[in-house]
């Protein structure tokens, strides 16, 4: 059910597409309409807005070029990787271009001695990690959707993973980063120590969701690969309990590396698509462990311990790598997955105190039986990041509607029990109505300063994350 | 002159009606906190000081943000939780605020990251006087402008914090410590580069030039054995000194409260890449510094003296493309060297502080 952006621009003044065609870029310039409708939308499909015209950049210069050219003829953009967003992050404006960086994928550097490396903006976040391999190294941030995302859109939206409970985010991993501003100045930001000095620009700038401009070249940490992992399911009668457990391995001191959870819906639709062999269950609880041989065998025989109380009625584990990549393969695939349980889904992505799990996926179930809409749960336990895929069937009349107002109630709750709307997937369009939930006027206020400070026209992707400024009364 | 501030509604009002202003809490790192010029007036935020919220269960906390970091970690151990970054100058009574507000991290932050790593929430004063929040109580939260981050490092110079959020991890039920002595900081520095690439996972790593390397290792306490002689054997060094119990303690303590300065010294703060190492220490040796490497050599805690001048520092820091933090002495200077945000970091300034309320650094 495509629509608008709900941030109607008139077109600028004159032709974008004819003050493009300045930079010589050949066919690598898009501008007939079935080539442009391929940039319309990312993965929150719900949203689409055909660009006037996408520049397939080839060279760091071409972005530089394209961005001052932008902002000399007030022309919005937005910067594209591989389309992935989950909140609409990369849609484009009416009367906006869209800046490809697909093709900007290399290994500028990698220095495995310093255990960095620097990397283009387009690359694909699981060839970082392979690229660092031969070394023995990786990158952590772990995305479900890593191997097709990019890492210039993972430093947009500070995108997690299932290994950010013990790892961090995008944003724990980068340490530099050099990018255009949105009037076409060049700044760098961080430095390639992991030690920064003086404010931290570079933590501002990353998970900005593009509002402060495009980032060209950024620089990573790697991590050693650990020599020993150690992953174990265990399944449960009742989400709520398998939410106990998560809460109860935190409380024990113990720091797996992922605790994930998956409810009979999820489960169903992951054996649909890849198989993995899950136990059945009404609820499943993967913990990974990794690090040291030592200190994994000694967590190991913790865990089972844990495990055993909580009131697992199933445990299984296995350190052998095919059967934990089968294992990740199904919680990963999980999202596309729910494809073959209804022809439409929203995947929310609110974050609770993990306290109190249990009582917001109990609250979540009754909200669901209430509302007559399936509810499939796939989430980030460990550190309390709901990921409810709330499905539908969009041709059903209101049906769209029914589930959006479910998805919003979701949200509303996760901060009522002083959480927040977002984990990983940023607000970009999908949330922006909810962020005053978090903020106060002054907070927005604030934000909103500092993006007209950077970008004083709002030419790069205008309409996310902040709603425009209300009319001074 | 200094105004004692005790709530929040009062740093409010200074902000708004004073004249320019700058934070201090404990002021155990004065060439940051102690007003830089005669029209600079000192807001004494220490009295804004108390834990908010702690759960243990939930592993985070809120505390006002001249709430001294030992009292912190006092009630944190409590539970068998800790900020494993090691805060630095916390017996000497440094606050959680300062901590934030200089970006200082202790030899733990090698294992799971820095100051940078853990805060999670922020409530601020901008030098329009409005109190502002960022960020939150949850561990994982990507809602709006990152300005937690924003705020490590800044100096006091973008804001008065009065109330932070952090993360916090379980406390290693064991820990120990191995130093080896390597002979030369090149040796040293490549058993740095070897040790960093695992597979031990390591709380910290430090080198003591010009070749000692000292290991922290935390964990689990039956596994901790086993753990120290893998890490021995893949040394290499004959007899490296075992330090357990109150000497292991006492080891990062030393370092953490930077016991090693010379009297008469200035601290200075890098941040460096391990290649940058031999060139920064020909440079700081020429100049009879003292220094002690951290993070896998990812950082410098450097003891400059009354003489050469620290315009040589500056030089040289510049000239290798790193910079570098002034911590203590008078505040003539805060930043050396070649630090990075260029008209970003001038354009996020003018929105933080239109009236230039707050000096520059």
Redesign the interface.
């Known amino acids: 059910m495509p629509r608008a952006d709900t941030e109607q621009r008139e077109p600028p003044a004159g032709s974008a597409v004819g003050a493009l065609r300045s930079l010589g870029l050949g066919p690598r310039l898009l501008t007939s309409p079935a080539a442009l409708t391929a940039f319309g939308s990312d993965a929150l499909t719900a949203f689409h807005q055909r660009p006037e015209a996408v520049v397939l950049a080839e060279t760091e210069q071409e972005v530089i070029d394209t961005v001052r050219l932008c902002h000399r003829e007030g022309i919005p953009f937005v910067a594209r990787g591989s389309g992935t967003s989950l909140s609409g992050g990369s849609v484009p404006v009416a009367g906006g271009i869209v800046i490809a960086l697909n093709r900007l994928d290399r290994v500028l550097a990698l220095?495995?001695?310093?255990?960095?490396a620097v990397l283009q903006p387009g690359i694909i976040n699981l060839d970082v990690s392979r690229a660092a391999a031969p070394?023995?190294?990786a990158y952590a941030p772990d995305p479900s959707s890593q191997s097709v995302c990019s890492l210039g859109g993972n430093v947009a939206?500070?995108s997690?993973g299932a290994h950010?409970l013990k790892h961090?985010?995008t944003?724990?991993h980068v340490l530099?980063v050099k990018?255009v501003?949105p009037d076409g100045?060049v700044?760098?930001?961080?430095?390639?120590?992991?030690?920064?000095?003086?404010?931290?620009?570079?933590?501002?700038?990353?998970?900005?969701e593009g509002l402060?401009g495009i980032a060209l070249q950024i620089t990573v940490r790697l991590i050693?690969?650990?020599?020993s992992t150690r992953t174990a399911l265990a399944v449960y009668e009742t989400l709520e309990s398998a939410g106990e457990a998560v809460?109860r391995i935190?409380?024990a001191?113990?720091?797996p590396v992922a605790m994930e959870i998956m409810d009979a819906l999820a489960i169903e639709a992951a054996e649909a698509s890849v198989k993995p062999g899950y136990p059945k269950g009404a609820a499943l609880l993967i913990v990974e462990l990794e690090?040291?041989r030592?200190?994994v065998?000694?967590?190991a025989a913790r865990l089972d311990e844990l495990l055993r109380a909580s009131g697992a009625t199933q445990i299984t584990s296995t350190e052998d790598p095919d059967e934990r990549a089968l294992i990740w393969q199904g919680r990963k695939s999980a999202f596309s997955a729910v494809g073959w349980l209804a022809p439409d889904y929203i995947v929310q992505d609110g974050?609770?105190?993990?306290?109190r799990l249990s009582e917001a996926l109990a609250r979540i179930g009754r909200m669901s039986a209430e509302a007559g809409i399936r509810v499939a749960n796939v989430f980030?336990a460990g550190?309390?990041?709901l990921h409810p895929l709330i499905l539908f069937d969009g041709s059903e009349d209101g049906a769209v509607v029914r589930a959006e107002e479910l998805a919003a109630d979701i949200l509303r709750l996760c901060v009522e029990l002083?959480?927040?709307?977002?984990?990983?997937?940023?607000?970009a369009v999908e949330?922006r109505a909810f962020?005053s939930l978090?903020?106060?006027d002054?907070?927005l206020?604030?934000?909103r300063?500092?993006r007209?400070?950077?970008d004083p026209a709002a030419l790069a992707n205008p309409g996310k994350?902040l709603e425009p400024a209300p009319a001074p009364a | 002159m200094t105004l004692l501030l005790d709530s929040i509604e009062a740093v409010a009002e200074a902000v708004r009606e004073g004249p320019r202003v700058l934070p201090v809490g404990a002021g155990t790192k004065p060439a940051l906190s102690s007003p830089p010029a005669g029209d600079v007036v000192a807001l004494d935020v220490s009295g804004l000081r108390g834990i908010v919220e702690y759960d243990p269960a939930e592993l985070t906390f809120t505390a006002l943000a001249g709430t001294p970091v030992a009292e912190i970690e006092g009630a944190l151990a409590q539970h068998g939780q800790h900020l494993p970054f090691d805060p630095p100058l916390r017996a000497a009574g440094a606050t959680l605020g300062g901590v934030v507000a200089s970006g200082t991290s202790g030899p733990g932050a090698f294992r799971h990251g820095g100051v940078r790593d853990f805060v999670i929430g922020v409530r601020f004063v901008e030098g329009t006087g409005r109190l502002v929040t960022g960020g939150g109580k949850v561990v994982k939260n990507a809602a709006g402008f990152d300005l937690p981050k924003l705020m490590v490092g800044s100096m006091g110079r973008l804001g008065v914090l009065v109330q932070l959020s952090f993360k916090v991890f379980p406390r290693p039920r064991a820990t120990t410590t191995l130093a080896f002595e390597l002979g030369s900081l090149e040796a040293a520095l490549e058993t740095v580069a070897r040790l960093g690439h695992g597979p031990l996972e390591l709380d910290a790593l430090d080198l003591e030039p010009p070749g000692r390397v000292v290991v922290r290792l935390g964990g689990d306490p039956g596994a901790l054995g086993a753990r120290a002689e893998r890490l021995a054997g893949l040394v290499g060094a004959a007899g490296p000194e075992r330090l357990d119990g109150d000497r292991d303690a006492a080891t990062w303590q030393a370092a953490t409260e930077l016991a090693w300065v010379p009297d008469g010294c200035r601290v200075v703060r890098a941040g460096l890449t391990p290649r940058s190492v031999p060139a920064l220490d020909a440079a700081l040796r020429a100049a009879g510094a003292r220094t002690r490497y951290s993070l896998g050599a990812n950082a410098a805690w450097i003891a400059w003296p009354d003489d050469p001048p620290l315009a040589r520092l500056d030089a040289a820091l510049a000239g290798l493309g790193l910079a570098g933090m002034v911590l203590t002495g008078p505040p003539d200077r805060q930043l050396l060297g070649a630090p990075r945000g260029g008209a970003f970091a001038a354009r996020i300034r003018g929105a933080l502080d239109p009236d230039a309320r707050f000096p520059e650094a």
């Open positions: 220095d495995p001695d310093a255990r960095t070394h023995g190294l939206f500070n997690g950010c961090g985010m944003s724990n530099g990018a501003l100045e700044v760098h930001l961080g430095s390639d120590s992991v030690e920064p000095i003086g404010p931290d620009w570079m933590g501002l700038f990353c998970g900005s402060f050693g690969v650990a020599e809460a935190v409380g001191g113990m720091l690090g040291e030592e200190e065998g000694a967590d974050v609770v105190p993990r306290t980030h550190d309390g990041n002083g959480g927040s709307i977002t984990g990983e997937h940023g607000v949330k962020l978090m903020f106060s002054d907070d206020a604030l934000m300063r500092l007209h400070a950077v994350m």
